[in-house]
């Protein structure tokens, strides 16, 4: 073999130098975009924080209907603890004698800021009997923060809770740094002395059983890297971990790894960071943990499955009891500090963050925020959203629908009248069975629900004739000309009464004269009433919607029937939102309540006056059995197939409609009286116990004489009386009772 040339090994060194260099400059632009993009990411990632939906806040005031018992589960439900004697905390309580001693918790509201108060609750005879502070001065009500509701995450349902690392305790630092990486502050992104152990274990055992690796390589991990235990993605690992260690402080990679450390599973939704972890597993910010539970999390980080302090075993509290050992070991805690540690009971709170009170009330929110916002925004954002959902009404609501028969579904809503807000929303009885909303989406025929509008435009003047309640109208055989051929309507029991009065009519709901009414009103201009109400959007103009062929929500009827109590004014929407705020507390969105006119206030009045709760015959008949406090009214409406059944009951404080029947349109084969409104009734029994009742607001230019309880004629022969309202100049003069009846009214009960 001929030597090689030195003119040949000159260009083999060059070549060999040239290629050396490309793959150098290669390298470097390489490692110089994995270094920008690497920081970048580290820098713009934030912390994806999920959206949380709230209830209401709710109040605590005198002459309520509560139980100690009932309060209790109330505070519970709002992460308040019970302690022992008078509550040094915020979200703390105890029960001295017949009082609760409550201290509550600041909580920041949109607009406002719910302040702590220390308050003492004295409860007698299941109601509330007085409120005053610690310091003995009276107090008129006790303000609680909302309730949440529920939690928007994105596609990789991790729910965290970033928190500054000034805000981490002392001890959950030193528990976490005695435990993963005790030389963190000493050395640089790669400890060799805690490599070579590794290195040492792994060959004694020829596999990659310990990775030696710092808080700042477990990082690059959790953010970058996967699971995969190779020689070469440790290589990578400790190559952007000296890059993040050479662009980041320590305490900048020990707070994200604090935030971004996964410590288990809560269903589908994993819990990541510290703060998220101390709110799962103990329902707690970080800064109210004990040394105990922080030397829990801090063990949980090797397996978090293995030792969760929910699976209660064993290895949990071995490795507990380990990490504090590490900790006493290295001077972090005292000895007696380890010793009380030690003694502390291995104990969980766990708050399912995932779980949804209301569902479909929290689904009826999603589908109103996915037309304003991006599921980006409602998932990493942590937006606020303030609803007005009264969890003490919804639990009433499902209370009174548990209450129900089986096998129909049903569905409820519950209004105030004066804003507008959804109060409470059932969309069916049983959600994990059936998610669809059939108070919102669901839309049936109402039967005779429809009757006290047609009514309220009669007693208005709406009508060609001038109609009071004692007005009478021939219950006899009509035939009518549709165009499309005749008509004849038929009342439910096929029976003709002949003359019979409004106010009759409307309580027993007879077909006919309802028909009568309502041709006399004129069918395009009811047509028209129903449209503006919101029932529907094209009201055919037909004499059948005289009989409830109008088909509509549940949320639709409720927020039509709320101008009985509200005047004749009709929200214009179902208000389910109050406010939504971003992390940072700006509002980003605020409801602004609108209402439009629609009936009279006396018209109004004088419908709930001929369907008051105490007085009425009729259908409604059945509310008299409930224990319902104050003035209310109430109305059935049953289709004439018996497919659909309804109830819509009222007081001047809450409209509840409820409607029962199959998806199917089977027939449920009951009358509304039978089903739907035993639900209102207990659903109002409930609510006026807890709130109290109140009377209707008598408007201007009503007056009131004496009507017969059963036939609602006045005059001579009325053997049982009771007071009808009148527009003025529409009432029945004759007699000394009626005088006496109206100055009495005037006197005492005049309201404006």
Known sequence: MRPIRKKTRRRLYLVSFMAAGMLAAVLSVYLYVLYVRITDIFISRGFPSPSVVYSAPSYIREGMDFSAAGLKDKLERLDYHETDGVPAKQGYYSM?????????????????????????????????????????????????????????FGDDFKMRTPVGLTSIPDNLINAVLVTEDVRFFEHGAID?????????????????????????????????????RSLR????EAIMAIMIAHRFTKA?????????????????????????????????????????????????????????????????????????????RYGVISNDEYLTALKEPLTVEVSHIHVKVAPYFVDYIADQLSSSFSKALLTTNGLRIFTTLDTDVQRMAETAMAGAPAGPEGAMVVMQPQTGYVLALLGGRDYNKSQFDRAVMSRRQIGSCVKP??????????????????????????????????????????????RITIRYALQNSINIPAVKVAMDVGLK????????????????????????????????????????????????????????TDMHNGTVYRAELGFKPVGSEQGCYIVSNVLSGPETEGTGKGLRSFRIQGEYAGKTGTTNDFRDAWFAGYTPAVTAVDWFGYDNEARIGVPAARIALPVVGRFLE???????????????????????????????????????????????????????????????????
């Open 525 to 580: 201009d009811l047509s028209g009433l129903l449209e503006q109400l919101g029932l529907d959007r094209d009201v055919p103009v037909l004499p059948s919607i005289a009989l409830g062929s109008v088909s509509t929500s549940p949320i639709d009827l409720c927020r039509a029937y709320t101008i009985f109590s509200n005047n004749g004014y009709e929200p214009v929407v179902p208000v389910s939102m109050t406010a939504i």
């Open 252 to 328: 900048q990679i020990l707070n994200a790894y604090l935030n971004d450390v996964y410590l288990g599973q809560d269903g589908h939704v994993s819990i990541v960071g510290m703060g998220a972890a101390a709110a799962y597993y103990f329902s707690r910010p970080l800064g109210r943990l004990s040394l105990s539970q922080c030397a829990q999390l801090a063990g949980m980080i090797a397996s978090p499955n293995r030792y969760s302090p929910v699976s209660g075993t064993d290895e949990a509290l071995k490795r507990r009891d380990y990490v504090l050992s590490r900790m006493l």
């Open 686 to 752: 409930m609510y006026t116990g807890r709130y109290g009742g109140e009377r209707f607001d008598i408007p201007p230019g009503i007056r009131f004489a004496c009507v017969d309880r059963y036939t609602g004629v006045s005059g001579q022969g009325v053997t049982d009386c009771v007071e009808g309202a009148f527009i003025a100049g529409t009432e029945p003069r004759a007699g000394a009772v009626n005088n006496i009846i109206d100055w009495f009214r005037r006197l005492f009960f005049w309201r404006h």
């Open 192 to 228: 060799v002395s805690g490599i070579a152990r590794a290195l040492v274990a792994d060959v004694a055992s020829m596999s990659i059983r310990q990775g030696g690796s710092t808080i700042t390589q477990q990082l690059v991990k959790i953010l970058f890297l996967s699971n995969e």
């Open 233 to 236: 993605r440790k290589l990578v």
């Open 453 to 498: 509008f047609i009514y309220m435009a009669a007693f208005e003047g709406r009508a060609q004739k001038g109609f009071s309640q004692i007005t009478t109208i021939d219950d006899a055989r009509i035939k009518i000309n549709t165009g499309a051929g005749e008509w004849e309507p038929q009342n439910y029991d096929r029976r003709f009464r002949g």
């Open 96 to 152: 001295i004698g017949g009082s609760m001693y409550l201290y509550t918790k600041k909580f920041e509201m949109p607009s406002y800021t719910i302040q702590p108060l220390q308050a003492v609750i004295r409860m007698d005879g299941g109601r509330v009997s007085g409120i005053t502070t610690f310091q003995g001065q009276g107090v008129g009500s006790v303000e609680l923060e909302p309730e949440q509701l529920a939690v928007f």
